[in-house]
């Protein structure tokens, strides 16, 4: 299922120029800071918003086009909204609040999709609660629910994790990354931490001042020096290669070598993403021997960017992966580190995302 | 009761409960899109619509009974036609009693919905509509429901004010015993009457009691409701 968006606006002063094409199923998030007009795109695509110019399709339905005089009403676009502040109905119990887009879908899921459904996302003992009753992290599982059981072709989630805590946030990650992973729905992630995009998105669309500044794969972007957002160190699709039992490790390879962490409890060929941050990452000119890192690659320098401050970073290549290193401008001096500088990178940690 | 109320204050009773009933159900409907409509809606000229529907709060009921002889008189226009046409009429009718309570009560109704509308949140009624839900289906399942308990608490606020009704119902359709004398005609007309005093008394005691009995009964719904 693709998508494609592009439209136009004015709000006095400020105005909305924005376009992307999504070509298949996963995580694009629209991605920038608060006030871009991450919502607005999304509210566009749902129907809730009509752009004074613009022409949304999703997959082969038209719900969109203000030159051809199309305008498809929200509640026949089939778009999954997960709001920010979930927006359940509290007159309901959670078990009709999850059926009440599956009572009005046009192919209702069957009881066992709707098992399903409530199993991924670990909502069986809530169901004849009042939403009141629930926590914010319950909350935001329910409007999961209810987004997927109306059978929508797009997930739109705006925030879904923004009006919660640290401690709930790592409670519905892994939930949204299943739902990645066992749905074949596109999803809209709209985000402006960076953390949860490189944990779950697949793509990234660039938003700033209401205009799309750039998109690219998250392998990619984040690894970037000229976006403006902080590069990541890596992020990673890597591959379990195999599991040193005796040492309580899991070798994992990617594309620019292999990378060594502690035992992950998921089969051989598994994939598996793994992101590195800039911090972890220190470049030797010449290849240690006698270090306690046991991730050590061969690299080569691609770019080195230096701000006001003590830090540069360096972009490195690493087969055809990319990572940054955020080292001081001293050690970019003393090491000579100039484009095509083959060097070694040496990472002190890596986190692994998917767990489940 | 008949042990307690004459029959003639039993009727009084009876009556004013009919009129307050009928004005209050007749009129909800009414008043129910008069909120909608000032909830929800954007329109030119807002103000002075919100200004008529308010009206009979400030205007004297006297004037009200006045404004609906001279509009459904069996000799006015809109009410001849009615008389001659249905043979519908509202003057020394209890119906027309209903029509002056339910025109002075309206605007407690609309009041009540309307504050429950917006306090039901907007965004329920956008979340309901990305899940397939058309106007009317969100307005029935979503809006109305949430808009419940103050729906309750505008028709018992109307109702005790029904009963109480007194100088819109006198001059549009007079005091005629059985048909049109509810309990503040008749507490009016005791105290017309040489010793009546004890008589008003007695129906005035009444009224309170109702008023207690119907605020009570609102309170608690509504405290029920919010749970």
Redesign the interface.
Known sequence: MSVEVALHHRFGPFSLDVGFKIARAGVTALFGPSGAGKTSVINAIAGLFRPHEGRIVIGDRVVLDTKADVFVPARDRRTGYVFQDARLFPHMNVENNLRFGWRRAQNPASEGEIAHVIELLGLSHLLPRSPKALSGGEKSRVALGRALLASPDILLLDEPLAALDAARRGEILPYLERLRDETKLPMIYVSHAVDEVARLADEIVLLSDGRTVEQASVFDLLTRLDTGIDPFGAVLETEVQSHRRADRLTLLSFDGGQLIVSRIARPEGARVRVRVRAEDIMIAREEPRAISANNVLPARVVAVRQNDGPQAEVQLACGVSRLVARITRASVARLELVEGAPVFAIIKSVIVDSSH | MTDLLTPAESEALLLSLRVAFVAVFAAMPLAVAAALLLARARFPGKVVVDGIIHMPLVLPPVAVGFLLLTIFGTRAGLGGWLFQTFGIRFVFSWTGAALAAGIITFPFQVRAIRIALESA?C??D?????????WF?RFAN?TL??AFPGIVAGVITAFAASLGEFGAIITFVSNIPGETRTLPLAIYTALQTPGGEVEAAKLSLLSILLALVFMTLAEFLQRRMRR
């Open positions: 949140d965004g329920l956008e979340a309901a509509e990305t899940l397939g839900a058309g289906d979503v429901p949430l």
